[in-house]
């Protein structure tokens, strides 16, 4: 009962949870830039959240203050950088791209900073745990407290994904069509931003599962965003149990999530593009 109850469930949900949260995330931002090479942290999300992970780490605090950190450090960079278009007058989608790289330069600077602040000893390697991802260290509480923010920013976008489709034509079209495109395209931003940051604080930055899986939805499902994001959602959320289970079980150490996501991950997506080359061809 301890072994199963404490122990394994907890983290299982919690894998599911991450996983579902940032493949829903990136289908959503891919949508919404209409770029297939777009990730989940592009707007700064993930940066942010490892500079307030560390943050709270070299100030020597506890778990729960390490979440809180981390998730408020991701909504801060997300923030900024919609702050930025605003401050230069000029709201193009490529302008709020250009903000993104530079939020996530500034605070993987200041990530550097604090990397090199932080005593070898301990707090370093906290820092590139973080940085790794894991899933070791969940319990129930963060299912109970990320959980509800993660199922409704996900429920959200799930009943917007044709709105996402609409967004995907083009300014002018969707206005012809009567969407809100600032609203529309803010409100899904938001929830993305929301997912991903919920995830990165209780796992860590965890890497290409919100670039790859979306792209293999769409090549399942077709570019219909209506079945592109949930089918994400349920391929993301099976891929990282599968490999968390791997990282328990490869090797006597566990292996950090980031490590086996990227092996896996970066082959599988140049499988996908090759395979996708030659159909087109």
Request: net charge positive.
């Amino acid at each position: 009962e301890s072994v199963v109850w404490t122990l394994r469930l907890p983290r299982i949900l919690t894998a599911l949870m991450v996983g579902g949260a940032l493949s829903l995330s990136g289908a959503a931002y891919q949508g919404v830039f209409k770029n297939p090479l777009v990730a989940p942290d592009m707007l700064g999300v993930s940066s942010g959240a490892c500079a307030g992970a560390s943050v709270a780490i070299l100030f020597g605090g506890n778990s729960i203050i390490v979440q809180v950190a981390a998730f408020a450090g991701g909504i801060l960079a997300v923030g900024i950088a919609t702050l930025i278009p605003k401050v230069v007058k000029n709201s193009s989608m490529m302008t709020l791209v250009l903000a993104g790289v530079i939020i996530s330069g500034f605070m993987n600077s200041i990530l550097g900073l604090l990397k090199y602040l932080a005593d070898p000893e301990t707090q370093l390697a906290s820092i590139t745990h973080w940085q790794l991802g894991s899933l070791a260290d969940s319990v129930w509480r963060d299912i109970v407290w990320v959980g509800p923010p993660v199922a409704a920013a996900a429920g959200i976008l799930i009943i917007l994904r044709w709105r996402v489709n609409l967004l995907s034509l083009g300014e002018q079209e969707a206005k012809t069509l009567g969407v809100s495109i600032g609203r529309t395209r803010g409100l899904i931003i938001i929830c993305a931003t929301v997912l991903t940051a919920s995830a990165v604080c209780i796992s860590g930055t965890i890497g290409w599962i919100g670039l790859v899986i979306p792209h293999f939805s769409r090549i399942i499902s077709g570019a219909d965003n209506c079945r592109v994001i949930p089918v994400s959602g349920v391929l993301g959320a099976a891929f990282l149990l599968l490999v968390d289970t791997l990282a328990r079980i490869l090797t006597s150490a566990e292996l950090p999530l980031s490590i086996l996501t990227g092996l896996i991950g970066a082959p599988f997506y140049f499988y996908l593009l090759m395979k996708q080359r030659m159909e087109l061809s």
